[in-house]
DNA sequence: CCTTCTTTGCAAATGACTTGCATTTTCAGC
DNA sequence: GCTGAAAATGCAAGTCATTTGCAAAGAAGG
């Protein structure tokens, strides 16, 4: 694990939401390149320390998320889903989800596989109604 | 409704799977611009005539894809979600989803607003697994 | 140390999508 | 049917997140 690759991996373990490659070069203060950021990210999603997912957003656009799990090494711990307030854009995690067993359902019922899935909310926090 | 939009739109109507912009115009056997593809889909989709998401696939990158929805005055069609088999490209339809009064619950226990969700499933179905 | 493999920085490239602007279409009102 | 303002289109150039080529810097093992 390099410095870079540890650096990164710290901003998304503190980080109580999902994160932007750029917000994670900004935190780190601009010690590395923005290019090594998104090698670091995908290494690590790669090796199952993080997770992401690409999320729209009217203002920010399109752009790719990222978690941290909390073991690393292929270890995964629970995927995660997430609201995106548009006022604040802030992320309140979806506790509860359902998503997996609508998943389990639809692989019997059309014999085939689910690797992934994506859900998200977007509307506005209780803060920006 | 002039030409472009109406191709546009019947071509999302005609399909049976999402589409992107690139799909779209190359349907419309590239008789208008890439960019007024673009605009039209944006008009499709501000005028209740077309609904989009963004997703993303190993093979083809982030891309949005349209659906039409069907306008009438009588019942505009339900919001949909997807299946993505990352073999063939081909997208199944996820039936009789949960999500609503899954987002319905989180709006109420957090005291917020949805104003949309997103969700599909990424995976192999039963011809390429 | 020295060699080799990996990682990083920098700059340039990519690809989906957007936009400025001049030209064409559309369409309501004659 | 004509006409003119408003809206739509084509083309080219721009934007923006993300990726990649390549040479220099760092790590790891002998």
């Given at each position: 694990m390099?410095k870079?690759r540890?650096?990164?991996?710290?901003?998304?373990?503190?980080a109580?939401?999902?994160?932007t490659?750029a917000?994670?070069f900004q935190?780190?203060?601009?010690?590395?390149?923005?290019?090594?950021?998104?090698?670091t990210?995908?290494?690590?999603e790669?090796h199952?320390?993080?997770?992401?997912?690409?999320?729209?957003c009217n203002e920010?656009g399109?752009?790719?998320?990222y978690?941290?799990?909390?073991?690393?090494?292929?270890?995964?711990?629970a995927?995660?889903?997430?609201?995106?307030?548009e006022?604040?854009h802030?992320?309140?995690e979806?506790?509860?989800?359902?998503?997996n067993?609508l998943?389990?359902?639809?692989e019997i019922?059309?014999?085939?596989?689910?690797s992934?899935?994506?859900?998200y909310?977007?509307?506005?926090?209780?803060?920006?109604r």
């Amino acid at each position: 694990m390099t410095k870079a690759r540890e650096a990164a991996l710290e901003i998304l373990r503190n980080a109580d939401e999902p994160q932007t490659a750029a917000a994670v070069f900004q935190q780190a203060g601009n010690s590395c390149d923005l290019a090594t950021v998104y090698r670091t990210l995908h290494y690590l999603e790669k090796h199952g320390y993080a997770e992401s997912f690409v999320l729209y957003c009217n203002e920010h656009g399109t752009e790719r998320y990222y978690t941290a799990l909390s073991s690393g090494n292929s270890g995964s711990s629970a995927h995660r889903h997430w609201f995106h307030c548009e006022g604040c854009h802030r992320f309140i995690e979806i506790g509860n989800c359902t998503v997996n067993s609508l998943a389990k359902e639809f692989e019997i019922e059309h014999n085939l596989s689910v690797s992934r899935h994506i859900l998200y909310f977007i509307g506005r926090c209780s803060d920006c109604r």
